[in-house]
């Protein structure tokens, strides 16, 4: 079965949903939510009778099905089931913040949206032309717009709203100014046909430099890396709490496949590759620099994973960037995926617990987190293993994602990065651990402490996640065999 | 049932099958080629990088897994002072031995690693809930000071692993670095050799990067004490042993790395020993005294000869014990009498002589007194320094292990004045109302002594299976 088909069930389970909430009479619309899964886990499944190489006809020039492109498929896919899920505990929280129209429930695109950010990101995942990526892209984003400000009566979720809108156009603006130079130059707009000409040496050496910067500008953008992070931690707050999850992971996850293609030739031209990476690596230093730094004193939970989050995105920027040979025998755009993979994981963990906290607390505060192994030890279990492999420790996913860019810099004795990635894995102990603090030495707010009620979906989706945080921390061979 | 007894009875349990598993693997050990790995088994878990679950005992780990077994039943057996949580009391002291016991089995790098930051998370959130005093500063202060070292180290062996594989199939295999790594340059071999000494070092609470352990191991829950003290920190200086010094032979003997080993390990010996001296609390005073006392262990170490490496490794083995001894008697005196200031302690052992009987053993094993297995340690670490050399020729090794005999003596003086102090004497308020250890209380005590006054009176039990390692160690120099 040829990948593109994949998209196109996705895009007409998006429309089917659309049409299906905007005439259904039903008053509760949580069966488009259920519809929405069912129909992803399906497409997911076809995902692995997938025929990975790519065929002959013009049309395999802007879009290729390589085993890096089925990855990002998996994690599109997977990422925006648990996004559904998490929504579907989200609901009281959308009953308040929208407006009802008629009698009936107004949040029912909640669910429909989604489906089409993931086909934009599946698209992503297999753009190879400067077109390709652009619209995918563009598809995304238009979405999150719509996403971010879901909830009408939150002012928060306006001013998150805004604040994207307005950087996120800034952002395209510099990515279509970056392609247009890159196009000027080489003439191309096939990923491969302008590493071809890169490499050639035949192009003017500044100007491909601009596109460079240019691109990087709006790449920072989406996958949040310094000098363009400022908007994560206002937006990631203001959101609603299973969009920022999936700003945080799809999003960036979109960013990290497209940054890998479009970089790809840069960093193989001869000419051009020591800037770009002395480039590339002040940025991944940087990145790690203010992320681990700005998260140390945040209390608001939602903040301190935008943080976290721009945090992991150096680490990220740090494996991209060292070098083309990558680190114990994996490629960097291997480690990047693997890396991925694992920061799903731990990553949708801690947002789900935070969904369920703060629906029962009504806050995102660390404080809400006070005694919560008294209230739920499933919840407390779950959010310290999400911790503690977002922190880096051993035997958890995370873990093994740092180790391959550490080994990466250290196989390309990149020694001064790769002691920032120390001072800054060493200080995301500090933070991630908080969250523990709170939730086992601090007492509850309420005496005696009142168990948290868990529906079953949200129960089975944590289970899992555990699971797969901890399992494919020692055993990593399955994910890593998908990949080749 | 009393509630939290069915976490107790499982842990006790898992705690016992452990012991005797260990014992299976201690009687079928063939100690003739004790520094070969045996009861081995492997799982590959990672193609390309290969990484592989791959344990197997030799003889220096064979120590190690009995004294990461004795100590892990002893730890057990004592109650928590508190009630409620008790699961997730005991499931903290298990996760702690089982990383320390799959640290101390784990014959991959990668797993070695790994294990040993499994206590992480449950040494936080055990000081944090249940410790005393300054618990909360003191859990952050060991948690980010033991992250941090242990990413240092994690990039020092990151470094090893890549530049030892070359261009080959990258391999976390002990056995196979083993032969790979000594073949780097010089120049490659002591920028790693010394990236890792800090990373152990600060697992060690090697001087400068000591000031994280004496608060902890205060303030710890005695079960936690115990198995920090006890078991974990001795991964740092089994990794020195077991990758560091057989890995990189010219990080370990470049000059300038072993000149600046033997001024650190004479800060642990001499000033963390004055600094114990100065305590006023029994709980800090034997912080410190752990702290001092792995500079012995790093003497033997830098000794380079089998002798010291057999002292150095039967030292941790005493040490170990010793200490969580001294820890779980600790707490027993706080419990009994509500305070671990010394100046407000005195006359304990009329109330509580079991108490004082074996604390009274615990400090004459502490201090190095002939009839426990520090003695034959101590003895050997000392002698192993001058194995090599005419006694009228001093080198530095030899100053310093001249230096480090005064160590014995601030021990003693530190030590027994803290005996006198809280068993000795008018009795105080406190202890009149203070009673004895009864029952199962005393098991864990009685335990830990008998094994420090087997291996005192026989040292062989341990020698025959350090021996052999020793030896294969010293020979690759």
């Known amino acids: 079965m040829p990948a593109y088909y994949l998209e196109v069930a996705v895009v007409l389970l998006g429309l089917v949903l659309l049409m299906l909430e905007a005439f259904s009479s039903a008053s509760d619309k949580r069966f488009v939510g259920h519809l929405a899964l069912g129909g992803l886990g399906a497409v997911f499944l076809a995902l692995f009778v997938v025929n990975p190489t790519p065929g002959t006809s013009p049309f395999w020039q802007f879009y290729t099905a390589d085993s890096l492109a089925l990855t990002y498929k998996g994690i599109a896919l997977v990422c925006t089931m648990l996004v559904l899920i998490l929504g579907l505990d989200y609901i009281p929280v959308l009953e308040k913040y929208t407006a009802r129209i008629g009698g009936r429930s107004a949040w029912g695109e909640f669910f429909c949206l989604p489906v089409f950010i993931c086909a934009g990101l599946m698209w992503m995942a297999s753009a190879i032309d400067l077109t390709s990526i652009f619209v995918s892209l563009e598809l995304v984003t238009i979405a999150f717009y719509i996403m971010v400000t879901f909830m009408r009566r939150n002012v928060g979720s306006l001013e998150a709203g805004v604040k994207y809108l307005i950087l996120g156009a800034l952002s395209t603006g510099f990515l279509v100014y970056g392609f247009t130079w890159l196009y000027g130059i080489t003439g191309q707009t096939s990923l491969m046909g302008i590493a071809d000409k890169l490499d050639s040496g035949t192009v003017a050496r500044a100007p491909?430099?601009?596109?460079?910067?240019?691109?990087?500008?709006?790449?920072?953008?989406?996958?949040?890396?310094?000098?363009?992070?400022?908007?994560?931690?206002?937006?990631?707050?203001?959101?609603?709490?299973?969009?920022?999850?999936?700003?945080?992971?799809?999003s960036k996850a979109a960013g990290f496949i497209v940054a890998t293609r479009l970089l790809a030739p840069y960093l193989g031209a001869d000419s051009l590759s020591p800037t770009a990476t002395a480039i590339l690596l002040s940025l991944a230093c940087a990145t790690l620099l203010v992320g681990n730094f700005a998260a140390i004193p945040q209390t608001n939970f939602k903040r301190l994973l935008a943080y976290s989050s721009i945090s992991h995105a150096g680490f990220l920027v740090l494996a991209l960037a060292s070098g083309a040979s990558g680190g114990f025998g994996l490629l960097p755009s291997q480690i990047v995926a693997f890396y991925m993979a694992a920061y799903l994981c731990m990553t949708l963990l801690a947002f789900a617990v935070l969904v369920v906290v703060s629906r029962v607390t009504g806050s995102d505060e660390l404080s809400a987190f006070n005694g919560l192994h008294q209230r739920s030890p499933l919840l407390a279990f779950a959010l310290t293993?999400?911790?503690?492999?977002?922190?880096?420790?051993?035997?958890?996913?995370?873990?093994?994602?740092?180790?391959?860019?550490?080994?990466?810099?250290a196989a390309h004795q990149l020694w001064l990065p790769l002691g920032f990635a120390v001072v800054g894995a060493a200080t995301g102990?500090?933070?991630?651990?908080?969250?523990?603090?709170?939730?086992?030495?601090?007492?509850?707010?309420?005496?005696?402490?009142?168990?948290?009620?868990?529906?079953?979906?949200?129960?089975?989706?944590?289970?899992?996640?555990?699971?797969?945080?901890?399992?494919f921390g020692v055993y990593p061979q399955?994910?890593?065999?998908?990949?080749? | 049932m009393a509630a939290g007894a069915p976490a107790r009875q499982s842990a006790l349990a898992a705690a016992l099958v452990n012991l005797v598993l260990t014992g299976w693997v201690v009687l079928g050990f063939d100690y003739g080629h004790g520094a070969s790995f045996q009861f081995e088994a492997s799982r590959v878990v990672l193609e390309n990088p290969r990484l592989g679950f791959n344990v197997g005992v030799d003889g220096m780990s064979l120590v190690m897994v009995v004294l990461t077994s004795l100590v892990t039943v002893a730890a057990v057996l004592v109650r928590p002072v508190k009630a409620g949580g008790e699961a997730l009391y005991y499931s903290s002291s298990l996760l702690i031995a089982a990383g320390a016991m799959g640290a101390f089995v784990a014959t991959d790098l990668f797993f070695f690693y790994a294990f040993h930051e499994l206590a992480l998370i449950p040494t936080f959130l055990m000081i944090g809930m249940r410790g005393s005093g300054d618990n909360r500063e003191a859990a952050w202060k060991i948690t980010l000071y033991l992250g941090f070292g242990s990413l240092v180290l994690l990039a020092g062996l990151a470094a090893l692993v890549t530049s030892a594989s070359g261009t080959g199939l990258t391999t976390f295999n002990m056995a196979e670095l083993r032969e790979l790594a000594p073949k780097l340059a010089p120049s490659v071999q002591e920028p790693i050799y010394l990236t890792l000494l800090l990373g152990f070092g600060v697992l060690i609470s090697l001087f400068p990067?000591?000031?994280?352990?004496?608060?902890?191991?205060?303030?710890?829950?005695?079960?936690?004490?115990?198995?920090?003290?006890?078991?974990?920190?001795?991964?740092?200086?089994?990794?020195?042993?077991?990758?560091?010094?057989?890995?990189?032979?010219?990080?370990?003997?470049?000059?300038?790395?072993?000149s600046m080993l033997l001024v650190l390990l004479l800060g642990n010996i001499l000033f963390i020993g004055l600094v114990a001296i100065a305590q006023k609390e029994l709980d800090l005073l034997l912080g410190h005294s752990s702290v001092m006392h792995m500079g012995y262990v790093f003497l033997g170490i830098a000794s380079g000869t089998a002798l010291g490496y057999s002292g150095a490794i039967f030292l941790m083995f005493a040490?170990?014990?010793?200490?969580?001894?001294?820890?779980?008697?600790?707490?027993?005196?706080?419990?009994?009498?509500?305070?671990?200031?010394m100046a407000r302690l005195g006359g304990l052992a009329k109330y509580a002589p079991f108490l004082g009987l074996s604390f009274a053993m615990a400090t004459f094993a502490s201090i190095g007194l002939p009839g426990f297995g520090n003695f034959a340690a101590e003895i050997m670490v000392f002698l192993g320094g001058f194995a090599e050399k005419p006694v009228d020729q001093l080198g530095s090794l030899q100053i310093t292990t001249i230096l480090a005999l005064w160590g014995v003596v601030i021990s003693a003086v530190y030590m027994l004045?803290?005996?006198?102090?809280?068993?000795?004497?008018?009795?105080?308020?406190?202890c009149t109302r203070a009673g004895d250890l009864s029952g199962l209380s005393r098991l864990p005590v009685i335990l830990l002594l008998l094994a420090l006054l087997a291996t005192g009176f026989f040292p062989e039990l341990l020698l025959q299976a350090i021996r052999p390692f020793a030896q294969a160690l010293a020979a690759l120099n």
């Not at chain 1, 990087?216 to 310094?226: E, H, R």
């Open chain 1, 208 to 250: 491909a430099l601009f596109s460079f910067a240019l691109i990087l500008v709006a790449l920072a953008f989406k996958v949040g890396a310094v000098p363009l992070h400022f908007w994560i931690p206002d937006v990631y707050q203001g959101a609603p709490t299973p969009i920022t999850a999936f700003l945080s992971v799809g």
């Open chain 1, 385 to 409: 293993v999400a911790m503690a492999s977002l922190a880096g420790v051993p035997l958890t996913v995370g873990f093994l994602g740092k180790f391959f860019v550490f080994g990466a810099a």
């Open chain 1, 429 to 471: 102990f500090y933070y991630y651990l908080k969250v523990l603090r709170n939730m086992y030495w601090n007492p509850p707010a309420s005496s005696p402490a009142t168990a948290i009620p868990l529906a079953p979906l949200t129960k089975w989706a944590m289970v899992l996640l555990i699971a797969a945080t901890l399992v």
């Open chain 1, 478 to 484: 399955p994910l890593l065999h998908f990949l080749r």
């Open chain 2, 209 to 258: 990067f000591h000031s994280w352990a004496a608060p902890a191991y205060a303030s710890a829950p005695a079960p936690t004490a115990m198995l920090h003290a006890g078991v974990l920190k001795k991964f740092g200086l089994y990794g020195l042993l077991r990758v560091a010094v057989p890995m990189l032979p010219a990080g370990f003997h470049a000059e300038w790395i072993q």
């Open chain 2, 319 to 341: 040490h170990g014990i010793s200490i969580a001894l001294l820890f779980a008697l600790c707490a027993q005196v706080r419990e009994k009498t509500g305070t671990l200031q």
């Open chain 2, 417 to 430: 004045r803290a005996f006198r102090q809280v068993f000795q004497g008018e009795p105080a308020e406190v």
